[in-house]
């Protein structure tokens, strides 16, 4: 079974900053693509941050470039999410996301979300 579980998520003040960590598990992480979406409540989900199986060819939305940072580390099937300089905006719940080639279409694989909740 493919699990992935978010953790890192909380209360914190505008300004501030929160490390995000997706473990994964049931999985040929190495060769999965990742990224992280959000979802704020009447909102649709968004893509915030992704990158390849390699861990380069790094793309964010433009609200959040500058201020995050998605990284891989394939020795601990985890990808990260460092969030800085926080504000209202970012509030939601963040997902993990794997995508993996099954040798004719992409499986994406989703984890069970972290909340971050910004206060001003």
């Known amino acids: 079974q493919v699990q992935l579980v978010e953790s890192g998520g909380g209360l914190v003040q505008a300004g501030g900053s929160l490390k995000l960590a997706c473990a994964a598990s049931?999985?040929?992480?190495?060769?999965?693509?990742a990224a992280w979406f959000r979802q704020a409540p009447g909102k649709e989900r968004e893509r915030v941050a992704a990158?390849?199986?390699?861990?380069?060819?790094?793309s964010y939305r433009d609200s959040v470039k500058g201020r995050f940072t998605i990284s891989r580390d394939n020795a601990k099937n985890t990808v990260s999410l460092q969030t800085n300089r926080l504000n209202a905006e970012d509030t939601a719940v963040y997902y993990c996301n794997l995508a993996h080639w099954a040798g004719s279409t992409w499986s994406h694989y989703w984890g069970q979300g972290t909340q971050v909740t910004v206060s001003s």
């Open positions: 990158t390849i199986w390699t861990g380069g060819n790094v």
């Open positions: 049931g999985i040929a992480f190495r060769t999965t693509d």
